[in-house]
């Protein structure tokens, strides 16, 4: 999954103004306790960060 992808499936989720939010201020415990943001600084593939945002918050099978 590419960024763009990323943070168009975050946008349309959270919508924009939240999703930025939420990616700098949320801590996943799937991601190690790390925040969208650290996660993908320290290279964590999006898809994997997607993955995360998706367990967290229940996100249907058919927006992931």
Known sequence: ???T???AKMNT???SAY???FARD???PGLGGATVEVALARGDD???VWRA??????VPARER
């Open 26 to 28: 949320h801590v996943l």
């Open 53 to 58: 945002v998706c367990e967290e918050f229940d």
């Open 46 to 48: 999006a898809k994997t």
């Open 13 to 15: 989720r959270f919508g």
């Open 1 to 3: 999954m590419r960024l």
């Open 5 to 7: 992808e990323f943070w």
């Open 19 to 21: 999703a930025e939010s």
